[in-house]
């Protein structure tokens, strides 16, 4: 995923441009709200963990920085009430290392980090 070299070299960015920055260059191919809500949380969790080495922490803390950035804006506002299920699931404090491994490798759903 070309998401990756983008999201280690505008780490230090902040997240509003950080946020643009990975959505211009994912809707190359990419442009629906849906690919660019994708990318961006992945792109979040990317630059969170080069930080925080606690997987777990890393990707409740990026959940929590994308639903805070893409709640407002009404581009994602449908992407949002359907996409980001499984990230409020995971984000509850019970969620373990295991459930967070799910999605982290793919297999929470069907191998997308956001699913239709």
Known sequence: ???L?????FKDDP???FLKTVHDISAIT???PRAKLGC???SLLVREL??????TGAYRTSVTQAIDFYKPLPEFSEELRHSTYPFHRYRRPEAGTDQ???ILCGHARGGHLVSP
């Open 40 to 42: 961006g949380i992945y």
């Open 100 to 102: 967070v491994d799910r």
């Open 5 to 9: 070299p983008v999201a280690v070299y």
């Open 30 to 32: 990419h442009a629906h």
């Open 1 to 3: 995923m070309r998401m």
């Open 50 to 55: 080069m930080v925080n080495k606690d997987k």
């Open 15 to 17: 997240i509003d441009s």
